[in-house]
Protein backbone atom coordinates (compact mmCIF):
# COMPACT_ATOMS: atom_id res chain seq x y z
CA UNK A 1 0.00 0.00 0.00
CA UNK A 2 1.09 3.73 0.29
CA UNK A 3 3.54 4.58 2.28
CA UNK A 4 5.76 7.15 2.88
CA UNK A 5 8.62 6.87 5.53
CA UNK A 6 11.26 8.70 7.27
CA UNK A 7 14.29 6.90 8.51
CA UNK A 8 15.09 8.52 11.78
CA UNK A 9 12.51 9.75 14.32
CA UNK A 10 14.77 12.38 16.20
CA UNK A 11 17.91 14.09 14.57
CA UNK A 12 19.71 16.29 17.23
CA UNK A 13 22.20 18.76 15.33
CA UNK A 14 24.37 21.37 16.96
CA UNK A 15 23.19 25.51 16.09
CA UNK A 16 25.25 26.28 13.07
CA UNK A 17 25.32 22.97 11.34
CA UNK A 18 24.06 21.58 8.65
CA UNK A 19 20.97 19.17 9.02
CA UNK A 20 19.71 16.39 6.40
CA UNK A 21 16.37 14.58 6.68
CA UNK A 22 15.42 11.57 5.08
CA UNK A 23 12.76 10.13 3.61
CA UNK A 24 11.65 6.73 1.99
CA UNK A 25 8.28 6.60 -0.37
CA UNK A 26 7.15 2.97 -1.69
CA UNK A 27 4.88 4.07 -4.56
CA UNK A 28 6.98 4.32 -7.86
CA UNK A 29 4.21 6.47 -9.66
CA UNK A 30 4.26 9.42 -6.82
CA UNK A 31 5.11 12.53 -9.29
CA UNK A 32 5.48 15.07 -6.48
CA UNK A 33 6.42 15.56 -2.87
CA UNK A 34 6.73 17.88 -0.49
CA UNK A 35 8.40 18.82 2.86
CA UNK A 36 5.88 20.25 5.91
CA UNK A 37 7.29 21.82 9.14
CA UNK A 38 5.59 21.86 12.02
CA UNK A 39 6.82 23.78 15.60
CA UNK A 40 5.17 22.77 18.17
CA UNK A 41 1.55 23.83 19.40
CA UNK A 42 1.34 24.73 15.26
CA UNK A 43 -0.65 23.51 12.29
CA UNK A 44 2.38 22.00 9.21
CA UNK A 45 3.52 24.59 7.57
CA UNK A 46 4.54 24.17 3.31
CA UNK A 47 8.37 24.43 2.66
CA UNK A 48 9.22 23.31 -0.42
CA UNK A 49 8.34 20.92 -2.87
CA UNK A 50 9.63 18.90 -6.06
CA UNK A 51 8.57 17.25 -8.91
CA UNK A 52 9.53 13.83 -10.15
CA UNK A 53 11.35 15.40 -13.19
CA UNK A 54 13.64 16.81 -10.95
CA UNK A 55 16.97 15.91 -9.08
CA UNK A 56 17.01 18.88 -6.80
CA UNK A 57 15.69 22.01 -5.64
CA UNK A 58 16.84 24.56 -3.59
CA UNK A 59 15.11 27.27 -1.41
CA UNK A 60 16.74 29.80 1.10
CA UNK A 61 18.59 27.50 3.36
CA UNK A 62 17.11 24.34 2.25
CA UNK A 63 17.35 21.79 -0.61
CA UNK A 64 15.73 18.89 -1.69
CA UNK A 65 16.90 15.80 -3.02
CA UNK A 66 14.76 13.16 -5.26
CA UNK A 67 17.05 9.93 -5.70
CA UNK A 68 13.37 8.02 -7.86
CA UNK A 69 15.76 5.30 -8.19
CA UNK A 70 15.93 4.23 -4.85
CA UNK A 71 12.73 6.29 -3.99
CA UNK A 72 14.37 8.18 -1.33
CA UNK A 73 14.06 12.06 -0.81
CA UNK A 74 15.70 14.25 1.64
CA UNK A 75 15.57 17.77 3.11
CA UNK A 76 18.75 19.56 3.36
CA UNK A 77 18.65 22.57 5.98
CA UNK A 78 22.01 24.55 5.98
CA UNK A 79 23.28 26.64 9.23
CA UNK A 80 20.45 24.63 11.06
CA UNK A 81 19.58 27.47 13.65
CA UNK A 82 17.07 26.78 17.15
CA UNK A 83 13.95 28.00 15.05
CA UNK A 84 14.69 25.01 13.09
CA UNK A 85 13.25 22.75 15.84
CA UNK A 86 10.41 21.28 14.38
CA UNK A 87 9.39 18.13 13.64
CA UNK A 88 9.75 17.81 9.30
CA UNK A 89 7.31 15.59 7.44
CA UNK A 90 7.48 14.59 3.71
CA UNK A 91 4.56 14.05 1.59
CA UNK A 92 3.58 12.55 -1.33
CA UNK A 93 0.80 12.81 -3.84
CA UNK A 94 -0.69 9.41 -3.78
CA UNK A 95 -2.61 9.46 -7.23
CA UNK A 96 -2.29 10.70 -10.57
CA UNK A 97 -4.12 14.06 -11.08
CA UNK A 98 -4.00 17.56 -9.56
CA UNK A 99 -6.42 16.00 -6.45
CA UNK A 100 -4.81 18.18 -3.68
CA UNK A 101 -4.58 14.68 -1.57
CA UNK A 102 -0.87 14.18 0.26
CA UNK A 103 -0.42 11.01 2.05
CA UNK A 104 2.02 12.13 5.30
CA UNK A 105 4.80 10.60 6.80
CA UNK A 106 5.22 9.86 10.48
CA UNK A 107 7.41 12.65 11.27
CA UNK A 108 11.73 13.09 12.16
CA UNK A 109 11.90 15.83 15.38
CA UNK A 110 14.64 18.20 14.30
CA UNK A 111 16.17 19.18 17.82
CA UNK A 112 18.54 21.87 17.84
CA UNK A 113 21.65 22.38 20.59
CA UNK A 114 23.02 25.87 21.44
CA UNK B 1 -3.63 38.30 6.73
CA UNK B 2 -5.56 36.28 9.16
CA UNK B 3 -4.51 32.83 8.15
CA UNK B 4 -6.65 29.86 8.50
CA UNK B 5 -9.11 30.26 11.66
CA UNK B 6 -10.03 27.51 13.60
CA UNK B 7 -12.51 27.23 16.77
CA UNK B 8 -12.62 26.09 19.19
CA UNK B 9 -8.98 26.08 19.93
CA UNK B 10 -9.85 23.53 22.42
CA UNK B 11 -12.70 20.88 23.45
CA UNK B 12 -13.04 18.39 26.11
CA UNK B 13 -16.50 16.58 26.01
CA UNK B 14 -17.76 13.31 27.13
CA UNK B 15 -18.18 10.60 25.41
CA UNK B 16 -21.49 10.21 23.11
CA UNK B 17 -21.79 14.16 23.34
CA UNK B 18 -21.80 15.39 19.95
CA UNK B 19 -18.94 17.63 18.52
CA UNK B 20 -18.62 20.63 16.12
CA UNK B 21 -15.38 21.85 14.90
CA UNK B 22 -15.10 25.09 12.75
CA UNK B 23 -13.12 26.50 10.32
CA UNK B 24 -12.44 29.56 8.32
CA UNK B 25 -10.34 29.13 4.95
CA UNK B 26 -8.13 32.12 3.54
CA UNK B 27 -9.89 34.46 2.00
CA UNK B 28 -9.65 33.49 -1.78
CA UNK B 29 -8.49 29.78 -1.52
CA UNK B 30 -10.83 27.49 -3.37
CA UNK B 31 -9.87 24.22 -1.73
CA UNK B 32 -10.30 23.08 2.10
CA UNK B 33 -8.95 20.10 3.76
CA UNK B 34 -9.94 18.27 7.32
CA UNK B 35 -6.99 16.39 9.01
CA UNK B 36 -6.67 14.62 12.40
CA UNK B 37 -3.61 14.29 13.91
CA UNK B 38 -2.59 11.87 16.66
CA UNK B 39 0.27 9.81 17.51
CA UNK B 40 -0.07 6.57 16.75
CA UNK B 41 -1.61 7.48 13.28
CA UNK B 42 0.07 10.75 12.19
CA UNK B 43 -1.40 13.26 10.44
CA UNK B 44 -4.60 11.83 8.28
CA UNK B 45 -6.60 13.36 5.65
CA UNK B 46 -10.16 13.06 6.52
CA UNK B 47 -11.96 14.97 3.50
CA UNK B 48 -11.80 17.53 1.00
CA UNK B 49 -13.57 20.26 -0.86
CA UNK B 50 -12.85 22.31 -3.95
CA UNK B 51 -15.37 25.26 -4.45
CA UNK B 52 -17.55 23.86 -1.40
CA UNK B 53 -18.13 20.76 -3.01
CA UNK B 54 -16.77 17.51 -1.07
CA UNK B 55 -14.21 16.01 -3.83
CA UNK B 56 -12.99 12.83 -1.80
CA UNK B 57 -14.23 11.69 2.03
CA UNK B 58 -12.51 8.41 1.70
CA UNK B 59 -10.66 9.24 4.66
CA UNK B 60 -13.62 10.02 7.13
CA UNK B 61 -13.79 7.61 9.87
CA UNK B 62 -16.97 6.71 10.21
CA UNK B 63 -20.85 7.44 10.00
CA UNK B 64 -20.49 9.56 12.68
CA UNK B 65 -17.98 12.33 11.23
CA UNK B 66 -19.69 14.40 8.39
CA UNK B 67 -18.49 17.80 7.42
CA UNK B 68 -20.27 20.34 5.91
CA UNK B 69 -19.10 23.66 3.47
CA UNK B 70 -21.97 25.73 3.05
CA UNK B 71 -20.37 28.82 1.77
CA UNK B 72 -16.29 29.93 0.61
CA UNK B 73 -16.03 31.43 4.02
CA UNK B 74 -17.17 28.43 6.03
CA UNK B 75 -17.06 24.61 7.05
CA UNK B 76 -18.05 22.56 9.51
CA UNK B 77 -16.61 18.49 10.85
CA UNK B 78 -19.60 17.09 13.16
CA UNK B 79 -18.79 14.01 14.94
CA UNK B 80 -21.66 12.73 16.74
CA UNK B 81 -21.55 10.73 19.02
CA UNK B 82 -18.00 11.20 20.26
CA UNK B 83 -16.28 8.23 21.50
CA UNK B 84 -13.02 8.55 23.44
CA UNK B 85 -11.06 7.58 19.99
CA UNK B 86 -11.64 10.46 18.20
CA UNK B 87 -9.21 12.48 20.84
CA UNK B 88 -6.79 14.39 18.39
CA UNK B 89 -5.92 17.50 16.99
CA UNK B 90 -7.98 18.27 14.06
CA UNK B 91 -6.65 20.79 11.06
CA UNK B 92 -8.08 22.59 8.74
CA UNK B 93 -5.87 23.86 5.85
CA UNK B 94 -6.55 25.59 2.88
CA UNK B 95 -4.95 26.15 -0.77
CA UNK B 96 -5.39 27.37 -4.04
CA UNK B 97 -6.07 25.29 -6.79
CA UNK B 98 -3.06 26.85 -8.67
CA UNK B 99 -1.44 24.47 -6.24
CA UNK B 100 -3.33 22.43 -3.94
CA UNK B 101 -0.36 21.17 -2.31
CA UNK B 102 1.20 24.04 -0.81
CA UNK B 103 -1.77 24.28 2.56
CA UNK B 104 -2.06 26.45 4.75
CA UNK B 105 -2.86 25.10 7.95
CA UNK B 106 -4.64 26.51 10.51
CA UNK B 107 -4.17 25.98 14.25
CA UNK B 108 -5.89 23.56 15.01
CA UNK B 109 -8.66 22.33 17.60
CA UNK B 110 -7.31 19.59 20.57
CA UNK B 111 -10.41 17.55 20.81
CA UNK B 112 -10.20 15.39 24.26
CA UNK B 113 -13.33 13.07 24.76
CA UNK B 114 -13.53 11.55 28.11
Known amino acids: GESVGLHLPTLSVQEGDNSIINCAYS??????FIWYKQESGKGPQFIIDIRSNMDKRQGQRVTVLLNKTVKHLSLQIAATQPGDSAVYFC?????????????FGQGTTLQVKP | DAGVIQSPRHEVTEMGQEVTLRCKPI?????LFWYRQTMMRGLELLIYFNNNVPIDDSGMPEDRFSAKMPNASFSTLKIQPSEPRDSAVYFCASSLNTNLYEQYFGPGTRLTVT
Open chain 2, 27 to 31: SGHNS
Open chain 1, 91 to 103: ADQPSSGNTGKLI
Open chain 1, 27 to 32: NSASDY
